[in-house]
T-cell receptor
């Protein structure tokens, strides 16, 4: 069993839709949770960075962490074609730069 | 401010050869990490260096090595290249110290081994 599970998609939605992306994990030591966006032939770009359970909002993006269920989500409101990319969840335990990534979900937003 | 910069952007090597990849972190960041990303997968951790010391090593063979220089830039070296080493190699930097801080990635070096 992988430490972090993420549906690879692809997920195809119309412009303006609300997108929900999810990851589950098995290691209860994970405390810090991240979402990265990766365009083709580019490096991952940090979107959201959260600590412990709860919600965090930044513009059209909302990250949710439920540590009791070992489940994290990223919601994108009013999705745009420019949001078409691969979304990677990542997490880590303590003061280390070793991130454990999901496989990434490919999102396509069509006009 | 400049982000994490990596060179070269693309590289083609033959099996058995050696390769050196380079990374310059964001100004003020003292920690550099290396990741390997195979097509269709998430990045996998290879090394972390902080203040020129190795802080962590992933599950990669001894053919992989790295170092960090006094200006916090870093090199990743891979010896005796195999076809399976073909991947996008990502460098990330952070302020890592007593406070946990997020990682910022460069655009990577795409290595093709033929």
């Amino acid at each position: 069993q992988k430490e972090v599970e993420q549906d690879p998609g692809p997920l195809s939605v119309p412009e303006g839709a609300i997108v929900s992306l999810n990851c589950t994990y098995s290691n209860s030591a994970f405390q810090y949770f991240m979402w990265y966006r990766q365009y083709s032939r580019k490096g991952p770009e940090l979107l959201m960075y959260t600590y412990s359970s709860g919600n965090k909002e930044d513009g059209r993006f909302t990250a949710q962490v439920d540590k009791s269920s070992k489940y994290i989500s990223l919601f994108i409101r009013d999705s745009q074609p420019s949001d078409s990319a691969t979304y990677l969840c990542a997490m880590r335990g303590g003061n280390t730069d070793k991130l454990i990534f999901g496989t990434g979900t490919r999102l396509q937003v069509f006009p | 401010d400049a982000g994490v910069t990596q060179s070269p952007t693309h590289l083609i090597k033959t099996r058995g050869q050696h390769v050196t990849l380079r990374c310059s972190p964001i100004s003020g960041h003292k920690s550099v990490s290396w990741y390997q990303q195979v097509l269709g997968q998430g990045p996998q951790f290879i090394f972390q260096y902080y203040e020129k010391e190795e802080r962590g090593r992933g599950n990669f063979p001894d053919r992989f090595s790295a170092r960090q220089f006094p200006n916090y830039s870093s090199e990743l070296n891979v010896n005796a290249l195999l076809l399976g080493d073909s991947a996008l190699y990502l460098c990330a930097s952070s302020r890592q110290g007593t406070r946990v801080s997020p990682l910022h990635f460069g655009n990577g070096t795409r290595l093709t081994v033929t």
